[in-house]
């Protein structure tokens, strides 16, 4: 008898080292103060907060309602943006006094980054209509931009970014799409391919050849949807993105007035590229909004789902798994909000940063989205359940703005060029 | 008349969050806990913002009660279109023993200092539920009061309110000065836009002491113990009506 004693002593202490990995929901953590480290007002401003409370209250009642519906119908929710308009989303980073909103690119990743939960698809879009608007904004003469930018701040039109062509992705440079000076016009000939919102938007900024070969031979032009002679391809069907319209977009002998070139002629290039640095900080802003809502969903999931006899929440791998998680969704916010920091005091180190960004983000965000999927096993493949938009939704930033490949081509080649 | 019209807002732990009580089961855990403005005080300043708009009346003033933090409340406010503010500063144990009594009187003494013609509040908070304040504010003042408003309306000096009661709806007309309570469907909340929020960091917020206006602070209530509700218990299936009625009998319910 005496022997069951340690012996039994010995068995509770193996218990209670067992029993480490079990949760132990008192209330510690918050009677301590001590938080997740995920929520994505910390560091920010009071101003900053606001627009953030406004973009995540927007989201919530305005677009998460109807993100499953806007995807399965593929509906691009005109009133819903016009809405997002009058709020100052229509051109975040667009001086006032053409209707913008004159914030900075961090408050803008913020916006974008809150309203992302509520639907990334209509949120890229929102970001790609905001980069066309600054394009016109910042290189636009005085007429252009009084002519334009009020009706695209407000979503009276929307913009189109035309630089893709089925010959030319990754190598941008190489476009084909020729405009001819004709006097007081020039006469475009050529097609894009891949164009968001393309059939469906009113301004199209499109990239052109006026000169020679390469990127110095490239300008940039505003095209009117009514022009004669531009015409849209049949709608895309995609895998995500569906709350907006893909179409490629044809122009045949379409006469454009010299007037709406942007800048002058060869600077078209540099404009577009000006432009891809500020969408690629959008663009990895829209990936953190969904891995921030993934990482919700699958968190709710795993203290709900029981197996073996105790929630999910108890098994070390998915605990693990979850911490990994929060710690790349962190770091991708840290990330994101120097490059817009950068971006914003054009700083030497802005394009890399961009860059790197774009990189990391939609990389990191992707697998966080794909695992919160994963979480939700069988659950989390069926529509019903909003994490496998999310998945879908995000696939492509990988891809658009330049795929993480040119990203990488971007990053080494000022690493090299460095010394 | 002044035109002028005070909105309180109160600044209480968001409707979306967990409330968790506190282990000595004294109050419920309000610490890195998120806060936002009280959805019934939103409906309040959207009026009060939405009779401005009439040009019914001139100035809007957004009051919260409370410590440091009430600030940002009030800062909403005046991103919806209020035009000042004034934050009461009320923290610590004063804090934790704040309640419709005392907000009452602070609500008369302003509104008594800033002559107002009108004070909106929302009919109840959603973390005590007291429905207390609007009632208390206008018996302290003897001004008229039309709580549970659902619809206003200005009519010269007079103001219709149609209420919502346990019967239906009902219509009074009162004289101003008044006090309002909004409830639900009064109206929608306006989002702050980003122009507005920019532009509210320009509006003052007065800083006052409950001490200033005269106002004493103690308690008459004390809170012996806050406790979650109880777990939901299984229920059962019963076979016949005999049952049902035999069961009810025996919990004393009938």
């Given at each position: 008898m005496a022997v069951l004693g340690p012996l039994s002593r010995i068995s509770r202490l193996g218990c209670n080292l067992c029993r480490n990995h079990r949760l132990v929901l008192n209330r510690s953590s918050q009677k301590r103060g001590?938080?997740?480290?995920?929520?994505?007002?910390?560091?920010?401003?009071d101003e900053q907060k606001e627009f953030q409370k406004v973009a995540f209250d927007f989201a919530a009642n305005e677009m998460a309602p109807h993100m499953a519906e806007w995807d399965q119908k593929e509906i691009f929710p005109v009133e819903t943006m016009r809405k997002a308009a009058q709020l100052g989303?229509?051109?975040?980073?667009?001086?006032?006094?053409?209707?913008?909103?004159?914030?900075?690119r961090l408050d803008t990743s913020i916006i974008f980054e809150a309203l992302s939960t509520g639907c990334v698809s209509t949120t890229a879009y929102i970001s790609i209509h905001n980069m066309c608007a600054w394009m016109i904004d910042t290189f636009g003469n005085d007429e252009q931009r009084k002519k334009f930018c009020p009706d695209l701040c407000s979503m009276e039109k929307f913009a189109s970014y035309c630089l893709t062509e089925p010959g030319s992705?990754?190598?941008?440079?190489?476009?084909?799409?020729s405009a001819q000076r004709k006097g007081d016009h020039y006469i475009l000939n050529g097609s894009k391919a891949f164009i968001s919102g393309g059939g469906d938007t009113d301004v199209y900024v499109v990239m052109c050849r006026t000169g020679s070969k390469g990127p110095k031979g490239i300008s940039c032009l505003v095209v009117e949807k009514g022009t004669p002679g531009l015409s849209f391809g049949k709608k895309e069907k995609k895998?995500?993105?569906?709350?907006q319209p893909t179409r490629a977009v044809i122009f045949e002998d379409c006469a454009v007035p010299v007037t709406c070139r942007l800048g002058n002629e060869g600077q078209g290039f540099n404009i577009a590229m000006k432009g891809l640095n500020g969408g690629r900080i959008n663009i990895a802003s829209c990936s953190l909004g969904a891995a921030h809502a993934s990482v919700l969903l699958a968190r709710d999931h795993l203290l709900v789902r029981k197996q073996f006899g105790e929630t999910l929440a108890n098994n070390q791998f998915l605990q693990f798994k979850l911490a990994e998680m929060a710690t790349k969704l962190v770091a991708s916010r840290l990330l994101v909000r120097e490059a817009a920091t950068a971006l914003q005091e054009n700083r030497a180190d802005a394009v890399s940063l961009c860059s790197m960004a774009k990189l990391f983000v939609t990389d990191e965000c992707f697998n966080i989205c794909n695992q919160a999927l994963q979480m939700h096993?069988?659950?989390?493949?069926?529509?019903?359940?909003a994490v496998q938009q999310f998945v879908r939704d995000i696939r492509v930033h990988q891809i658009l703005e330049g795929t993480n490949e040119v990203m990488r081509m971007i990053i080494s080649r000022n690493l090299l060029t460095e010394s | 008349m002044s035109g002028r019209v005070l909105v309180g807002v109160k600044r209480v732990i968001d409707y979306a969050v967990k409330i968790r009580v506190k282990p000595d089961n004294s109050a419920v855990v309000t610490d890195g806990v998120k806060h936002s403005m009280n959805p019934f005080c939103e409906i309040a300043v959207e009026e009060a913002v939405k009779l401005k708009e009439k040009k019914l009346v001139k100035e809007v003033v957004a009051v919260s009660c409370g410590p440091q933090q009430s600030q940002e409340t009030i800062r909403t406010a005046l991103a919806m279109g209020a035009d000042r503010g004034i934050h009461v500063e009320v923290s610590g144990k004063d804090y934790e023993s704040l309640g419709p009594l005392q907000v009452s009187k602070i609500m008369a003494a302003l509104a008594k200092k800033e002559e107002a013609q009108f004070i909106i509040l929302g009919?109840?908070?959603?973390?005590?539920?007291?429905?207390?304040t609007g009632q208390m504010t206008a018996a302290l003042l003897d001004w008229p009061q039309g709580t549970f408003a659902s619809e206003v309306s200005l009519e010269g000096d007079k103001v219709m309110v149609v209420r919502e009661i346990d019967g239906g709806l009902e219509t009074i007309r009162i004289n101003t000065p008044a006090v309002l309570t909004a409830d639900l469907r009064l109206n929608t909340p306006r989002y702050a836009t980003l122009p507005n929020i920019m532009k509210a960091k320009k509006k003052k917020i007065a800083n006052v002491k409950p001490a200033d206006l005269g106002v004493d602070l103690t308690s008459r209530l004390e809170v012996l113990r806050v406790e979650e509700p109880p777990q939901r218990q299984a229920g059962m299936k019963v076979e016949t009506v005999e049952d049902l009625v035999a069961k009810l009998r025996d919990a004393g319910k009938v």
């Open positions: 001590i938080s997740s480290g995920i929520d994505p007002s910390y560091g920010l401003t989303f229509g051109g975040i980073y667009v001086r006032p006094e053409v209707g913008g909103s004159g914030l900075s992705g990754s190598d941008a440079a190489s476009l084909l799409t895998v995500g993105w569906n709350s096993g069988g659950y989390g493949y069926l529509k019903d359940y | 009919k109840q908070a959603i973390d005590d539920d007291c429905n207390q």
